[in-house]
Nanobody, 123 residues
Framework: QVHLVESGGGLVERGGSLRVSCKVSGISFGFGNYAMAWYRQAPGKERELVAGLSSAVGSTVATTNYADSVKGRFTVSRDNTKNTLYLQMNGLKPEDTAVYYC??????????WGQGTQVTVPS
């Protein structure tokens, strides 16, 4: 069974930066074989995909995609040797306040969600 553990959230002032991480365990193949994504859910809103990262094995270069609301501010990356996905968030805004989750990219089927990590940017 795949297990997702997000960490690194916290309280950060407007305009600040934060990096959240997601450790993945229990997968059947190398981590690089999986297209991954970061999602977030704000209070009273549906969970949304904010950053996607394609699979990349060997010399293949991964591609990324971002929600318009975070484009140019957030960067998704991965360390296949650590089975870990990262989201670097810069220029944080109050509207970025949410619980952040990682999972497979939704186009490929989702695993059971982890507990997420809370990011709070006061207005």
């Amino acid at each position: 069974q795949v297990h997702l553990v997000e960490s690194g959230g916290g309280l950060v002032e407007r305009g600040g930066s934060l990096r959240v991480s997601c450790k993945v365990s229990g997968i059947s193949f190398g981590f690089g074989n999986y297209a991954m994504a970061w999602y977030r859910q704000a209070p009273g809103k549906e969970r949304e995909l904010v950053a996607g990262l394609s699979s990349a094995v060997g010399s293949t270069v991964a591609t990324t995609n971002y929600a318009d609301s975070v484009k140019g501010r957030f960067t998704v990356s991965r360390d296949n040797t650590k089975n870990t996905l990262y989201l670097q968030m810069n220029g944080l805004k109050p509207e970025d306040t949410a619980v952040y989750y990682c999972n497979r990219h939704r186009d490929y089927g989702l695993w059971t969600w982890g507990q997420g990590t809370q990011v709070t940017v006061p207005s």
